[in-house]
């Protein structure tokens, strides 16, 4: 068994050196962590992690809880957190609460127990109140893609989800369009709605309770229902949002099955611009989350946390959306 000091005698420099490679916890001049790297790597050394874990104290690991990995969303962020991880040597242990507030208790009160050496915690559709189960202040924990009230002791990397709706609105607003719906989570996403409302109430244009539909279920098929219920409700409407892209694939697929053409009779917006709705036909417009920038941010916070022995400093950052605009919307039909 290729030993820690094999490595070194072949790396040429001291056993506690490629200690501090392997683990990352001191600065090594890049010229040596190469040699040792490529000493690692002709040895085939395998790190002991349970070693190592009871010589520092650290699992090298760090906990992510996500709704779920059914959401492309989702699943960009799980890889990004993932790939910075693993940059710093680190590993990922996953968990999802799958729309169930006492699972997601059990997961946030699991990994919080040390477990893992820090936790994030990706949107907050399922969990009320994170630090009513975390046993140690100082434990380190961020926040990630957060839309409800974010709370006062944590960090948070996340958009500003009220002006993310207001440029879904605003989109339609200026092609005419007065005779809308919006198919949304509720309450969840209440801010997106909000920010879309007010996009058309700046114009005296309502959008009423009554075309604001709850799916059934997060899916394409929940959109689906979700977008016929609109369309029998109102058959001359010309534009329907979606508070996801999920929704937003169910809803355009529901507008032809009624025989109508998208954008030729009723524009169709989404939220999040993930990877599958370019491929869409018409290709959706929507709003974009740069989802892997805040899994990035937020994971980095952590790891500096983690090497300084410290929970993450209070912090709140706003990343920036855009809207990209595609064939799914056109001007209202007259």
């Given at each position: 068994?290729?030993?820690?000091?094999?490595?070194?005698?072949?790396?040429?420099?001291?056993?506690?050196?490629?200690?501090?490679?392997?683990?990352?916890?001191?600065?090594?001049?890049?010229?040596?962590?190469?040699?040792?790297?490529?000493?690692?790597?002709?040895?085939?050394?395998?790190?002991?992690?349970?070693?190592?874990?009871?010589?520092?104290?650290?699992?090298?690991?760090?906990?992510?809880?996500?709704?779920?990995?059914?959401?492309?969303?989702?699943?960009?962020?799980?890889?990004?957190?993932?790939?910075?991880?693993?940059?710093?040597?680190?590993?990922?242990?996953?968990?999802?609460?799958?729309?169930?507030?006492?699972?997601?208790?059990?997961?946030?009160?699991?990994?919080?127990?040390?477990?893992?050496?820090?936790?994030?915690?990706?949107?907050?559709?399922?969990?009320?109140?994170?630090?009513?189960?975390?046993?140690?202040?100082?434990?380190?924990?961020?926040?990630?893609?957060?839309?409800?009230?974010?709370?006062?002791?944590?960090?948070?990397?996340?958009?500003?989800?009220?002006?993310?709706?207001?440029?879904?609105?605003?989109?339609?607003?200026?092609?005419?369009?007065?005779?809308?719906?919006?198919?949304?989570?509720?309450?969840?996403?209440?801010?997106?709605?909000?920010?879309?409302?007010?996009?058309?109430?700046?114009?005296?244009?309502?959008?009423?309770?009554?075309?604001?539909?709850?799916?059934?279920?997060?899916?394409?098929?929940?959109?689906?229902?979700?977008?016929?219920?609109?369309?029998?409700?109102?058959?001359?409407?010309?534009?329907?949002?979606?508070?996801?892209?999920l929704l937003a694939l169910g809803v355009l697929e529901a507008v032809k099955e009624s025989g109508r053409s998208v954008p030729g009779d009723v524009s169709v917006i989404g939220f999040d611009d993930t990877?599958?709705?370019?491929?869409?036909?018409?290709?959706?417009?929507?709003?974009?989350?740069?989802?892997?920038?805040?899994?990035?941010?937020?994971?980095?916070?952590?790891?500096?946390?983690?090497?300084?022995?410290?929970?993450?400093?209070?912090?709140?950052?706003?990343?920036?959306?855009?809207?990209?605009?595609?064939?799914?919307?056109?001007?209202?039909?007259?």
């Open positions: 068994m290729v030993t820690m000091q094999d490595v070194a005698t072949r790396a040429g420099v001291t056993k506690q050196t490629v200690s501090n490679v392997v683990t990352g916890r001191a600065a090594v001049r890049p010229d040596t962590a190469a040699r040792v790297r490529a000493a690692i790597a002709d040895l085939g050394y395998k790190p002991n992690l349970v070693a190592r874990s009871l010589a520092t104290g650290t699992t090298m690991t760090v906990g992510l809880i996500v709704p779920t990995v059914a959401s492309p969303f989702y699943s960009e962020i799980v890889e990004e957190v993932e790939n910075v991880l693993d940059e710093h040597g680190y590993h990922l242990v996953l968990c999802t609460t799958r729309a169930d507030g006492e699972r997601a208790k059990r997961q946030l009160a699991g990994l919080s127990s040390r477990l893992v050496d820090a936790l994030l915690i990706a949107g907050d559709r399922d969990l009320t109140d994170p630090l009513a189960l975390l046993p140690d202040p100082r434990f380190p924990i961020a926040l990630c893609a957060w839309e409800t009230q974010v709370p006062d002791s944590l960090p948070v990397v996340t958009i500003d989800y009220e002006h993310a709706g207001f440029l879904a609105g605003k989109h339609l607003r200026s092609l005419g369009h007065q005779r809308v719906a919006a198919v949304v989570e509720l309450p969840t996403h209440q801010r997106r709605l909000a920010g879309f409302r007010n996009a058309f109430a700046q114009h005296r244009v309502q959008v009423r309770d009554d075309m604001v539909f709850a799916p059934p279920e997060a899916t394409p098929a929940g959109g689906f229902a979700a977008a016929q219920a609109a369309l029998a409700a109102d058959p001359s409407l010309t534009a329907i949002f979606a508070s996801h892209d990877a599958p709705v370019g491929l869409t036909h018409p290709a959706l417009t929507a709003v974009a989350i740069p989802s892997r920038e805040m899994a990035q941010q937020a994971t980095n916070l952590l790891l500096r946390a983690i090497s300084e022995g410290t929970a993450p400093v209070n912090s709140a950052q706003l990343l920036r959306t855009s809207l990209v605009i595609r064939d799914s919307t056109g001007p209202a039909k007259r």
